[in-house]
C-alpha cells in the first residue's frame, strides 16, 4: 500500500548518511525524461553518476542505474536484503517504495557516487526521496491532475505538494509552460524560502539557452521534449558550475541524441509477437495530461496516413478513464482493452478491468470497433495487429503496461 511520509525512512537511513550529492526531480510528467537526460550528460563529463527513477521496466532493479548502467542484480539484492533486515529488526514497518529509495541510496553510498540523479516517486513534500539532505538543484517538470486522493483536489494543492521538494538554500529548475495557478504557487513556495528559481521554457531558449535553442531548430522535436531538454540543460549548467566549474554545459549537447528513454513515443517492433513488418508507437502515458501530449503527437505524425488508427490500451485502477482516454482515441478507432500482469514490488497496482475499461471507451462518440481481453495481454496485441494491417499500431494508458510488452519481447526473444 502506498503510506506517504518521511518518518519510516528516515530511521531505516538514520545510520548511513549520504555521501554523495543529489538532483532531485519532481513533476507529474517528464520527470524521468529529466533524469535520463541529466545522468547520461553527466556520466559523458565523466561524474559518476548514479540514477533512481520509478517504476521499474522489466526487473525490479532495473530502476537503479550507476554510470547509465543498470545496476546487478547480486548487487541489489544484496543491499535489499541489509536493508530489509534492518527493517525489521528495528520494527520499523516501511512500504515496498521505502525499501526501494533505501536500497537505492544505499547502492549509491555503496557504489561511491558522485551526484545521484532522484526521481520523485509520487508528490515531493511526504515521498521517501525527500529524505534527501545534500541537494544540488531541485528540478520541477510540468504538474498536472494525477493521485488527487494522495496530493489534493486541486492543481493548486497539488503543485505544492510537489513544491514541497524545494529546501533552502537549494536553487531551482522549474517549467515554465506550467499553467499560471502551478507556476504562481511554486513562485510562493520559492519566495518563501528566499532561494532562486530558474523559469524555463523553449520559447525562451534563446536568452537562456542560446546552443539549445539551435538543436531545437535543427531536431524535429515534440514541444514537451522541448520543455524537458530545457530543464535538463539549465539543471546540468547549475550542477556543472558547483562541481566542474570548467565544463561548459554546452559541449555536452550534442550527447542528447544518444538518449533512448523506453516508453516515451518509442517505436518498437512487435517481431517475434505478431507477424507484422510496420513498427508500432508505446507510450506510457497514463494521466490527462500525457495523455493529451500523445494524442497530438498522434494526431500530426500517424494519422495522416491513414486517418484511423488501432489502440492497445490498459489502465491502473482508479485513473481518470474518461481523462485520458479522450485525448487519443478519435471517432472511427478500433481498440482492444488489455489488463497488465502482478507489478513486482508493488502489490497495490491493479489494472482496471478489460471488459470495464471496453464499456467506458465504448461511451466516446462514433467510437469503431471495441474487444475486452481480460487476464493475458498478448491476445489483445495479436487482435488489434490483424485489425490494423499495417496501419497505425499505438500500445498505451500506463506504464506497466509498457512494462509488460518489453517483457513479452524480451521473454520471446530468449
Same mark, same amino acid.
Given at each position: 500500500?502506498?503510506?506517504?511520509?518521511?518518518?519510516?525512512?528516515?530511521?531505516?537511513?538514520?545510520?548511513?548518511?549520504?555521501?554523495?550529492?543529489?538532483?532531485?526531480?519532481?513533476?507529474?510528467?517528464?520527470?524521468?525524461?529529466?533524469?535520463?537526460?541529466?545522468?547520461?550528460?553527466?556520466?559523458?563529463?565523466?561524474?559518476?553518476?548514479?540514477?533512481?527513477?520509478?517504476?521499474?521496466?522489466?526487473?525490479?532493479?532495473?530502476?537503479?542505474?550507476?554510470?547509465?548502467?543498470?545496476?546487478?542484480?547480486?548487487?541489489? *539484492?544484496?543491499?535489499?536484503?541489509?536493508?530489509?533486515?534492518?527493517?525489521?529488526?528495528?520494527?520499523?514497518?516501511?512500504?515496498?517504495?521505502?525499501?526501494?529509495?533505501?536500497?537505492?541510496?544505499?547502492?549509491?553510498?555503496?557504489?561511491?557516487?558522485?551526484?545521484?540523479?532522484?526521481?520523485?516517486?509520487?508528490?515531493?513534500?511526504?515521498?521517501?526521496?525527500?529524505?534527501?539532505?545534500?541537494?544540488?538543484?531541485? $528540478?520541477?517538470?510540468?504538474?498536472?491532475?494525477?493521485?488527487?486522493?494522495?496530493?489534493?483536489?486541486?492543481?493548486?494543492?497539488?503543485?505544492?505538494?510537489?513544491?514541497?521538494?524545494?529546501?533552502?538554500?537549494?536553487?531551482?529548475?522549474?517549467?515554465?509552460?506550467?499553467?499560471?495557478? %502551478?507556476?504562481?504557487?511554486?513562485?510562493?513556495?520559492?519566495?518563501?524560502?528566499?532561494?532562486?528559481?530558474?523559469? %524555463?521554457?523553449?520559447?525562451?531558449?534563446?536568452?537562456?539557452?542560446?546552443?539549445?535553442?539551435?538543436?531545437?531548430?535543427?531536431?524535429?522535436?515534440?514541444?514537451?521534449?522541448?520543455?524537458?531538454?530545457?530543464?535538463?540543460?539549465?539543471?546540468?549548467?547549475?550542477?556543472?558550475?558547483?562541481?566542474?566549474?570548467?565544463?561548459?554545459?554546452?559541449?555536452?549537447?550534442?550527447?542528447?541524441?544518444?538518449?533512448?528513454?523506453?516508453?516515451?513515443?518509442?517505436?518498437?517492433?512487435? *517481431?517475434?509477437?505478431?507477424?507484422?513488418?510496420?513498427?508500432?508507437?508505446?507510450?506510457?502515458?497514463?494521466?490527462?495530461?500525457?495523455?493529451?501530449?500523445?494524442?497530438?503527437?498522434?494526431? *500530426?505524425?500517424?494519422?495522416?496516413?491513414?486517418?484511423?488508427?488501432?489502440?492497445?490500451?490498459?489502465?491502473?485502477?482508479?485513473?481518470?478513464?474518461?481523462?485520458?482516454? *479522450?485525448?487519443?482515441?478519435?471517432?472511427?478507432?478500433? $481498440?482492444?482493452?488489455?489488463?497488465?500482469?502482478?507489478?513486482?514490488?508493488?502489490?497495490? $497496482?491493479?489494472?482496471?478491468?478489460?471488459?470495464?475499461?471496453?464499456?467506458?471507451?465504448?461511451?466516446?462518440?462514433?467510437?469503431?470497433?471495441?474487444?475486452?481481453?481480460?487476464?493475458?495481454?498478448?491476445?489483445? +496485441?495479436?487482435?488489434?495487429?490483424?485489425?490494423?494491417?499495417?496501419?497505425?499500431?499505438? +500500445?498505451?494508458?500506463?506504464?506497466?503496461?509498457?512494462?509488460? %510488452?518489453?517483457?513479452?519481447?524480451?521473454?520471446?526473444?530468449?
Amino acid at each position: 500500500m502506498i503510506e506517504l511520509g518521511l518518518g519510516r525512512v528516515s530511521r531505516l537511513l538514520q545510520q548511513s548518511p549520504l555521501t554523495w550529492k543529489a538532483i532531485h526531480v519532481a513533476g507529474t510528467n517528464g520527470k524521468g525524461s529529466i533524469s535520463a537526460y541529466l545522468s547520461h550528460l553527466l556520466s559523458s563529463d565523466g561524474v559518476r553518476c548514479g540514477r533512481f527513477t520509478s517504476p521499474h521496466l522489466i526487473d525490479r532493479w532495473d530502476c537503479i542505474t550507476i554510470g547509465e548502467r543498470v545496476v546487478q542484480e547480486s548487487l541489489f *539484492r544484496q543491499i535489499e536484503d541489509q536493508v530489509k533486515l534492518r527493517d525489521q529488526t528495528l520494527g520499523i514497518g516501511a512500504s515496498e517504495f521505502e525499501l526501494l529509495t533505501a536500497t537505492a541510496f544505499e547502492i549509491f553510498n555503496h557504489e561511491q557516487v558522485e551526484v545521484g540523479v532522484v526521481e520523485v516517486g509520487m508528490g515531493g513534500r511526504l515521498d521517501a526521496t525527500n529524505i534527501l539532505d545534500n541537494v544540488l538543484i531541485s $528540478v520541477i517538470a510540468k504538474i498536472g491532475m494525477d493521485h488527487q486522493a494522495f496530493l489534493g483536489s486541486t492543481i493548486e494543492e497539488i503543485a505544492a505538494e510537489k513544491a514541497g521538494i524545494l529546501k533552502s538554500g537549494v536553487p531551482c529548475v522549474v517549467d515554465n509552460t506550467n499553467e499560471t495557478a %502551478v507556476i504562481e504557487t511554486i513562485t510562493k513556495r520559492a519566495n518563501d524560502l528566499g532561494i532562486h528559481a530558474t523559469f %524555463v521554457s523553449p520559447d525562451r531558449a534563446d536568452e537562456q539557452f542560446p546552443a539549445l535553442a539551435q538543436l531545437f531548430r535543427k531536431m524535429d522535436l515534440e514541444p514537451h521534449q522541448q520543455e524537458n531538454m530545457c530543464c535538463a540543460m539549465s539543471a546540468l549548467r547549475l550542477t556543472l558550475s558547483k562541481i566542474r566549474p570548467e565544463t561548459n554545459a554546452s559541449s555536452l549537447l550534442p550527447r542528447l541524441s544518444d538518449i533512448k528513454w523506453p516508453g516515451r513515443l518509442e517505436a518498437i517492433s512487435l *517481431r517475434p509477437l505478431v507477424n507484422r513488418e510496420e513498427n508500432i508507437l508505446l507510450d506510457g502515458a497514463h494521466n490527462p495530461l500525457s495523455a493529451e501530449v500523445l494524442g497530438k503527437y498522434v494526431d *500530426r505524425k500517424l494519422r495522416p496516413q491513414s486517418g484511423n488508427v488501432t489502440w492497445v490500451v490498459a489502465a491502473s485502477s482508479g485513473k481518470d478513464l474518461a481523462g485520458v482516454f *479522450r485525448s487519443i482515441i478519435r471517432p472511427g478507432d478500433t $481498440v482492444a482493452t488489455a489488463e497488465f500482469g502482478p507489478v513486482e514490488g508493488m502489490p497495490w $497496482v491493479t489494472p482496471t478491468n478489460a471488459s470495464e475499461l471496453a464499456h467506458s471507451i465504448q461511451s466516446l462518440p462514433e467510437i469503431g470497433q471495441v474487444q475486452g481481453f481480460e487476464g493475458d495481454l498478448l491476445p489483445a +496485441i495479436k487482435w488489434a495487429s490483424d485489425i490494423a494491417q499495417g496501419r497505425p499500431l499505438v +500500445i498505451a494508458g500506463s506504464l506497466y503496461l509498457v512494462s509488460d %510488452v518489453h517483457r513479452l519481447l524480451r521473454d520471446a526473444q530468449k
